[in-house]
């Protein structure tokens, strides 16, 4: 069994995962999806992010950084949550810290 993760920072989840070999964070990747990240992380792995499609509009994700069976670590969507599901920042806030205090008790 892989040990949890748990960070304190956005920058510490975004230099993990980056040396672990995801092209999450990278600035290609971040542009084409248009993405913004929130400064704060919950239950030391969900953080909230924001993508804009083609046509302009913005919406929020939950995403949770999650280490795989190789031991490397990866960002997706938070179980029970879909990518761009949240038409509001506040929303996408409130589904995080609500996953966090029923996944980790934090």
């Known amino acids: 069994m892989t040990e949890p993760v748990n960070f304190r920072s956005i920058d510490a989840i975004r230099k993990a995962v980056t040396a672990s070999g ?26 909230v992010t924001s993508e804009q499609d083609p046509s302009g509009y913005r919406a929020y994700s939950v995403r949770e950084v999650h280490r795989l069976t190789d031991g490397t670590l990866s960002v997706r969507s938070a179980p029970g949550t879909e990518f761009m599901q949240f038409p509001t920042r ?11 205090r029923r996944d980790v008790g934090a």
Request: hydrophobic share 40%.
């Open 90 to 100: 506040h929303a996408a806030i409130a589904r995080a810290r609500e996953i966090a």
């Open 22 to 47: 995801s092209h999450y964070f990278e600035p290609d990747t971040m542009r084409f999806f248009r993405s913004r990240l929130s400064s704060t992380v919950y239950g030391g792995r969900f953080f």
